[in-house]
């Protein structure tokens, strides 16, 4: 009789869990919600470390299964709202505030690691071949590699869920196993309804989604970048008066030249959609768009371009990093 109830048992554990998931049919699971839904919506805080600064974003996603993204990024110290929008014109980076959007034709988000899309996260545990499992009293967690082509710092991943398979957390980490980045998750829908004109640019800068005033930024003196390549120094700076405030343009000279330009920002009178190429890059405390020799985005109603013709990726954004939010000396 023992023996029989033993047996029962095991095949209890094998084949049902006895009530609880285990490592394979987890991702099964999920798999088999996604693959049923038509899409899906969600929301959460998503914080960026850099150093010891910290910038911290609310976020809404719409996901509709015809190649359809809406992601709202709010940050939540100034309330600067951009929104990344795939639709079938192609991919946009728009800031209501300024009355503009970025278009470039892009395969954004496919084949990225993306912290804050539900498909993205499932992609990454269905291919990670080495993946580990860790289940806890409270939840189960899987540890992958990940893959940010414009950010090589980035290197795994942790997802966190708890019991009942609702994705609670999503935390990336550097190669010396530092936090770079976290996604708490504060509900996911797989049974959404989307509005006609959710996926379109006129619902996005509608006067009722424009909360914050156009206004632009003060750019009263040069802002220096604190890091800079070894042999790499400013050889050069103009000043230019604009009508709306002023242009720096610095030269940096050395194995790894590049130039630098800080702008007030243009707030347009008419909404206008600027033509542009590269992708989309989540830049500490803004939204830009990098390409393989420049990196351009927004930050506080100033514009910011830096281009170069030697520098990789990972070298541009670590310079840009050292600009974000910072006043130094040369």
């Known amino acids: 009789m023992k023996k029989i109830f033993l047996l029962l048992l095991i095949g209890c554990f094998f084949i049902t869990g006895c009530g609880n998931y285990n490592e394979k049919n987890i991702i099964?699971?999920?798999?088999?919600?996604f693959d049923k839904s038509s899409g899906y919506k969600l929301k959460g805080d998503l914080s960026i470390?850099?150093?010891?600064?910290?910038?911290?974003?609310?976020?809404?996603?719409?996901?509709?299964?015809?190649?359809?993204?809406?992601?709202?990024?709010?940050?939540?110290?100034?309330?600067?709202?951009?929104?990344i929008l795939k639709n079938n014109d192609g991919v946009y980076v728009l800031t209501p505030a300024l009355n503009k959007s970025f278009r470039f034709q892009s395969d954004?988000?496919?084949?990225?690691?993306?912290?804050?899309?539900?498909?993205?996260?499932?992609?990454?545990?269905?291919?990670?071949?080495?993946?580990?499992?860790?289940?806890?009293?409270?939840?189960?967690?899987?540890?992958?590699?990940?893959?940010y082509p414009n950010n090589a710092m980035l290197k795994t991943q942790k997802i966190i869920f708890d019991k009942n398979l609702k994705l609670k957390k999503a935390i990336v980490y550097d190669k010396d196993n530092i936090e770079k980045m976290k996604m708490i998750f504060k509900d996911l829908d797989l049974t959404p309804k989307f509005s006609k004109d959710e996926f379109s640019i006129d619902s996005i800068i509608s006067s009722k989604n424009?909360?914050?005033?156009?206004?632009?930024?003060?750019?009263d003196d040069v802002i220096y970048p604190l890091f800079l390549p070894n042999g790499t120094k400013l050889v050069e700076e103009e000043k230019v008066e604009k009508d709306n405030g002023k242009r720096y343009i610095m030269s940096y000279d050395g194995d790894k030249s590049f130039l630098?330009?800080?702008?007030?920002?243009?707030?347009?009178?008419e909404f206008t959609v600027i033509p542009t190429s590269g992708?989309?890059?989540?830049?500490m405390d803004s939204l830009g768009i990098v390409t393989d020799?420049?990196?351009?985005?927004?930050?506080?109603?100033?514009?910011?371009?830096?281009?170069?013709?030697?520098m990789n990726r990972d070298e541009m954004i670590k310079v840009a990093e050292s600009i974000v939010g910072i006043v130094s000396m040369k």
């Open 260 to 269: 630098l330009v800080e702008e007030t920002s243009d707030v347009f009178n």
């Open 108 to 147: 954004w988000p496919y084949n990225n690691s993306q912290i804050y899309l539900f498909d993205a996260i499932l992609n990454d545990l269905i291919k990670d071949d080495k993946k580990v499992f860790k289940s806890t009293k409270d939840t189960y967690e899987y540890n992958t590699v990940v893959n």
């Open 49 to 83: 470390t850099n150093n010891d600064e910290v910038y911290n974003y609310s976020v809404e996603v719409s996901y509709k299964k015809d190649n359809l993204y809406r992601v709202i990024l709010k940050n939540t110290a100034n309330d600067h709202t951009q929104v």
């Open 28 to 33: 099964k699971s999920l798999k088999k919600s």
């Open 210 to 219: 424009r909360d914050e005033v156009a206004e632009t930024g003060s750019l």
């Open 279 to 283: 992708e989309p890059y989540q830049l």
């Open 293 to 310: 020799n420049s990196l351009s985005w927004t930050s506080n109603g100033v514009d910011y371009y830096l281009v170069s013709d030697v």
